[in-house]
């Protein structure tokens, strides 16, 4: 069983930066897909980014894209999301998960993280 660790959040001003982590326990993931989610106080989770197994092809939300990036460690177990020029409504809780099927919806995914929370100061 996989299991996945989120670490890297923090409190931040607008326009600053952080780097999130996601780290795996338990059986490899270097064969999945990976996804970072967030989801924010009273929404619902939301796709922010995906990577291929290989790292090879990445894709990003509308409202993230050329401001954050995400890419994988050497040994393919780590996952990590750059997050640059933060805005306050990059606030929430972030959680990574490995890819059951294509796709950037919550049920694509499986072995969700615990989060962690990134919030952005005005």
């Known amino acids: 069983q996989v299991q996945l660790v989120e670490s890297g959040g923090g409190l931040v001003q607008a326009g600053g930066s952080l780097r999130l982590s996601c780290a795996a326990s338990?059986?490899?993931?270097?064969?999945?897909?990976m996804g970072w989610f967030r989801q924010a106080p009273g929404k619902e989770r939301e796709f922010v980014a995906s990577?291929?197994?290989?790292?090879?092809?990445?894709y990003y939300a509308d409202s993230v894209e050329g401001r954050f990036a995400i890419s994988r460690g050497d040994a393919k177990n780590t996952v990590y999301l750059q997050m640059n020029s933060l805005k306050p409504e990059d606030t929430a809780v972030y959680y990574c998960?490995?890819?059951?099927?294509?796709?950037?919806?919550?049920?694509?995914?499986?072995?969700w993280g615990q989060g962690t929370q990134v919030t952005v100061s005005s």
């Open positions: 998960a490995r890819s059951l099927v294509p796709g950037q919806t919550p049920r694509s995914y499986a072995s």
């Open positions: 338990g059986r490899t993931f270097s064969y999945y897909a």
């Open positions: 990577i291929s197994w290989n790292g090879g092809t990445t």
